[in-house]
């Protein structure tokens, strides 16, 4: 049965599932939102569906093709994008099909079509169902990126299909540097306005405007695009740039800040920024484009904000999302002796250009500095001039010796293969290099591969023939699939060709990853380490051990859902000699008839094992469940248990307690049994706090979990029910009372 619709308000600013790390919470959003609030505007929830997902696939980020081609990320995914507006408009089911311009797509990109068409059929019913549990949504926002487009243009296609579709606006990296991408959206009706650049400003006067109109604003509205349909004309109109000093922190209250913690990111981590913009402009980069220009904070409302979003969020790091955090040196120092003088007790680091000397560096360590990620490219100075890099090779090898030399933990170097006009004499003086550095700094050096590509903001991008680049379009037959939009797409570029490309560059790429992969750290995560994609299956469980005889086993569901289940040592080996049989006989079969027994014999062992749970995430629907962050649980209405958490009796050290853990993050947390009566109440429900202390919840124990990431704190209304009628409809699964319960675990 469907999950009743939750009651939110109207107005959500809300990300789906990229490829993006979920190592920390997106800083775009968080500005959006303490904007909005400093300006008296608190209508807005915040949902981040990438936290009930996996790792999403993302076929755009195949930074090679199978035959070395460099795609040109402009609409990167563009015939499965305009099989999906083709489907809006005239229609029909959003879902792909699986014909041969589907297949020949999956091919060329070096893709199984029947993975592809998999995922696109499970993502697909991952927003429909989730979007079918939210009730009336008036104004809505998401944040675009490259990687997320097609899951965000299939997002507002659910939405606009409502009796009465929201006001939607994209924003982000994505639609401000593709014109043609926000010009799709447009024209599909998939977007009412697309926000270019830096949104806050923006995104209050078309919420103001909209709010006094009640429906789409029918005028221009500064720092927007949008499309006039009486004239078949998009219009863009200008806003001026923010002063960073009149920027209040950022808000990451309404998000569940615990929920973003991962085994590479062990601290937990919020975002914020010294600075927008950069001082340079290298051929192949498109940040510019998104900032305009330089503007840099003054260090007291910097170090103001710093120390503000460490104490209320108890932020062990922060990690800046400037372009180019050391663009100008001395504001950089001065920031680091505001934070020592202040004693702030919090990591912190960024990206920084190499421009740095031993004594700046150490300072920086000294104010918590232990991450960097230097831009080095390469070393040989002929390719950093083509790439205008104003650095050369001593700047570099100076700038990683320094960092490195006085102890910073984590210093990434990025390394860009393929770059035209580079050669291989060079690029292996640079790999060469590079391995040498990481021999004599094994534990805190790392090389970060970031293979050259095209987009529409570079500088090299508006002449293309001058880096010798000659660009391709899109076949025929791609452009066919929505002759609606030919007007727009006649024109997009799909790849070039020209000086170090193809078989030249993925060699190049298969060198650096060579680089890469023989001086990984065992010991000393990497906050810089990027998510290789989706790795959990739909047909068997990743089993990790989290504890002497416990086990956790996660997978995919057909609806894209990230679950996972609590196992014993004799449910481990139930399962994996259940599969094996399976495996066995799957190989003497045709295959069609034996891989649904096998889907039946896995659906019945999860259903067992989920009887033996007091909560589990679900299979089928995700559990659509906002969470907020505050220092203080004792100040929330009502908490709710968060949907990416199973919870099962088990013997620990023992003793009989409740393992609850977030199958995730695989944090966890042992509970006492007699907490059962409030997580079995927590699953069904939110709950309020004095509920859950009556019910068996030590204080202690909630304030735990919550920071955890097991309890979310929620702004849903729960009414207080009499702790007599709480208790009386409570019944703790245990041994006794569980259908097929297993023993308890042992300790």
Known sequence: MPQPQLSLKPNLLCIVP?????????????????????????????????????????????????????????????????????????SR???????????LYCLERGINPHTLYSYLLS???????FFSQLGQIDFIGFTVWSSNFLATLMAAAHLKRRRKPPLIVFGGPQTTESKTSAKLALRAGLADFVALGEGEETLLRLY??????????AQAVPGTMRFVHSTGEFQTSERPLLRLNNLPVPAFDQMSLPSYWSKEHRLRTVTYELSRGCTDKCTFCSEWVFWKRMRQGNTQHVADGFEEISRRYNAERIWFMDSLLNAKLEPLREFAEEVIRRKLNVKWGGFMRAQMDTETANLLKRAGCDF????????????????????????????????????????????????????????????????????????????????FIISPG????????????????????????????????????????GPNQGMERLGEFQIARSVTASHKRSNSPDVFLYADGESWSVANLDIKEIGRGIHLGRAKSETALAHGLILTDEEKAEYEGTMEFLTLNLADSDGHAEAFFNRDRHDAFMQQLEARHISYPSRTEPKVRPGFYANDIYNANAVCLSPYTAARMVLHDGVESILVVDIVTMKHAFVPLEAGPALS??????????????????????????????????????????????VSEIVVQTPETAPSSPEAVPA
């Not at 103001?208 to 604003?217: D, I, L, N």
Request: aromatic letters at 10%; charged letters at 25%; glycine letters at 6%.
């Open 18 to 90: 990229p490829y993006l790390s979920k190592g920390a919470p997106p800083l775009g959003p968080a500005a959006l939102l303490g904007y909005l609030r400093s300006q008296g505007c608190n209508d807005f929830d915040f949902l981040d569906l990438r936290l009930w997902v996996p790792n999403a696939y993302a076929p755009t980020y195949n930074p090679c093709g199978v035959f070395g081609e460099t795609y040109v990320l402009d609409v990167p995914d563009l015939p499965l994008v305009l099989k999906l507006l083709d489907n809006f408009t005239q």
């Open 681 to 726: 109440a927590l699953s069904s429900a939110p709950c309020l706090v004095q509920d859950l202390v009556a019910l068996g919840l030590a204080p202690e124990f909630l304030e735990s979990l919550k920071e955890n990431g097991i309890l979310m704190i929620t702004s849903l209304a729960v009414p207080r029910v009499p702790e007599a009628e709480i």
């Open 372 to 451: 960097v990620f230097i831009g080095v490219e390469s070393l040989s100075d002929e390719t950093l001039k083509l790439m205008n890099k104003r650095r050369t090779e001593a700047d570099n090898v100076k700038a990683l010796k320094a960092f490195l030399g006085v102890g910073i933990r984590h210093v990434v170097a990025g390394f860009i293969p393929g770059f035209p006009g580079d050669t291989r004499e060079r690029f292996l003086k640079t790999a060469l290099v590079l391995s040498e550095i990481r021999r004599e700094y094994p534990e805190t050096f790392r090389v970060n591969v970031e293979p």
């Open 93 to 103: 089911d959003l879902a792909p099909e699986m014909d041969e311009r589907f297949e």
């Open 208 to 217: 103001e405007a909209f709010r006094q109109e009640r429906s789409v604003p």
């Open 458 to 497: 570079q500088p090299l991008f508006a002449d293309l023939s001058e880096a010798g680049l000659v660009p391709h379009k899109w076949d025929e037959r791609y452009l066919d699939i929505a002759p609606q939009f030919r007007d727009l797409t006649n024109d997009i570029f799909c790849h070039v060709t």
């Open 123 to 129: 993502m697909n019913r991952f927003v429909e169902s």
